[in-house]
């Protein structure tokens, strides 16, 4: 079946600082990713669209300067989240689908939890 | 606007018993799917089940069997001699256009 692959699963960064988290479809050729954060205890919210090729579409409220996104290639979609700051502090997690997949569905990495000091 | 509605944010049950988690959708299209996805505690959502709307007979996928009224907009999971296994937060998700759109959650607790 379909895997994505997300990386690193946790990191810890100082206050300032950009951190580069990577999802990549193992298997599987990704031409749209999402890329959505969740609170604790709360449902998953989604950030932006990655388009392999083209700009992200990001959802209201979203700071595209804060997150930048880059779809360079049909299986690595990368969110960077720049000059980081504590109440970026969260989980992120990618998703993609199989457009060639009989079994229609959305594949999830392991998620990435951020925590900014 | 397309929306997903969990109603209920904690459920329990005796293991080997049977639940029923809720989930209500609204959305305008007339072709979408549907999704519940379990989240265990270590945080990768497992794709448990889905549907596709033009189908009227109801998913099923071992224990795990959902009760789709279109008409009703109604989504329900429906779990099976419930195992230990099984404790998780499950979502209800509803697509169209390529796009998922999340219920809150159901805390489900497994109680040996």
């Known amino acids: 079946g379909a895997v994505v692959s997300q990386h690193p699963s946790w990191v810890i960064c100082k206050s300032g600082t950009s951190v580069k988290i990577e999802c990549r479809s193992l298997?599987?050729?990704?031409?749209?990713m999402f890329w959505y954060r969740q609170f604790p205890k709360q449902s998953l919210m989604l950030m932006a669209t990655?388009?392999?090729?083209?700009?992200?579409?990001?959802e209201q409220g979203v700071e595209k300067d804060k997150f930048l996104i880059n779809h360079a290639s049909l299986t690595l979609s990368t969110l960077t989240v720049t000059s980081a700051h504590p109440e970026d502090s969260s989980f992120y997690i990618c998703?993609?689908?199989?457009?060639?997949?009989?079994?229609?569905?959305?594949?999830f990495g392991s998620g990435t939890r951020l925590t900014v000091v | 606007a397309q929306t997903v509605t969990q109603s209920q944010p904690e459920m329990s049950v005796q293991e080997a018993e049977t639940v029923t988690l809720s989930c209500t959708y609204d959305?305008?299209?007339?072709?979408?799917?549907l999704f519940w996805y379990k989240q265990p505690p270590s945080r990768q959502m497992i794709l448990v089940i889905r549907?596709?709307?033009?189908k009227q007979q109801n998913a099923t996928e071992n224990r795990f069997s959902v009760n789709f009224q279109k008409a009703a907009k109604s989504f329900s999971l429906k779990i099976s001699d419930s195992q230990l296994g099984d404790a998780a937060m499950y979502f209800c998700?509803?697509?169209?256009?390529?796009?998922?759109?999340w219920g809150a959650g159901t805390k489900l607790i497994i109680k040996p």
């Open positions: 990655s388009n392999e090729g083209s700009k992200a579409t990001y």
């Open positions: 998700a509803s697509d169209s256009n390529y796009q998922l759109i």
């Open positions: 959305t305008s299209e007339s072709d979408y799917y």
């Open positions: 998703s993609a689908r199989d457009p060639l997949s009989a079994n229609y569905g959305y594949t």
């Open positions: 549907q596709e709307a033009y």
């Open positions: 298997d599987f050729q990704a031409t749209t």
